[in-house]
């Protein structure tokens, strides 16, 4: 029996679980590692910082979404892979045997600037996203960095929120280094 081990509950490790499914691949043992239990979809966060979508509306549960399709889920963080022995430590210093391995584990931001990990929140990986969005709808005087598409919306869906919900919202602060 071959190991497929999965790493991060992304788009592409979920179609490949669902693909394995269809494909009866018997011969194969699935297992997907992620530090959370659930994956949220990023192309629902601004509906869900504006109230729109709840927080079932935007996430899978991933042990759910395991059992469902014949696949071992292991909520764990994947430390470091060691390619030579074909093995993936995870958090707990466990080894995780595989014959192949799929990583698609996100982003996370780690600024060298000084006094951002104090004062600053990242939506990066994106299971910390619900509570940002819920610290950023009750702070004084929110302030998004960015100037794509995501912050735009992000700032916009966040100022519909709280124009509905906090007495004399004070507004956001979108900065970018461009111009728009």
């Not at 600053?120 to 004084?140: C, G, T």
């Amino acid at each position: 029996m071959k190991n497929l081990v999965l790493v991060g509950g992304g788009h592409a490790n979920l179609s490949i679980i669902k693909k394995q499914k269809k494909e009866s691949h018997r011969d194969k043992n699935f297992t997907l590692i992620s530090p959370d239990p659930y994956q949220y979809y990023s192309g629902m966060f601004s509906g869900f910082a504006e109230g729109i979508y709840s927080l079932n509306d935007i996430r899978i549960d991933l042990q759910s979404f395991c059992n469902a399709h014949g696949v071992t889920f292991v909520c764990d963080t994947a430390e470091r892979i060691e390619s030579e022995k074909k093995q993936l430590i995870l958090s707990n210093n466990e080894p995780l045997a595989y014959d192949a391995l799929s990583v698609n584990a996100g982003s996370y931001v780690q600024d060298p600037v000084p006094g951002v990990s104090e004062h600053a929140l990242s939506l990066k990986p994106n299971f910390l996203f619900p509570e940002v969005v819920d610290q950023l709808r009750y702070s004084e005087k929110p302030v998004i960095v960015g100037g794509g598409a995501a912050a735009v919306e992000l700032a916009f869906s966040l100022t519909a929120w709280r124009d509905k919900n906090v007495p004399g919202n004070k507004g956001i602060s979108l900065v970018t280094r461009g111009k728009f």
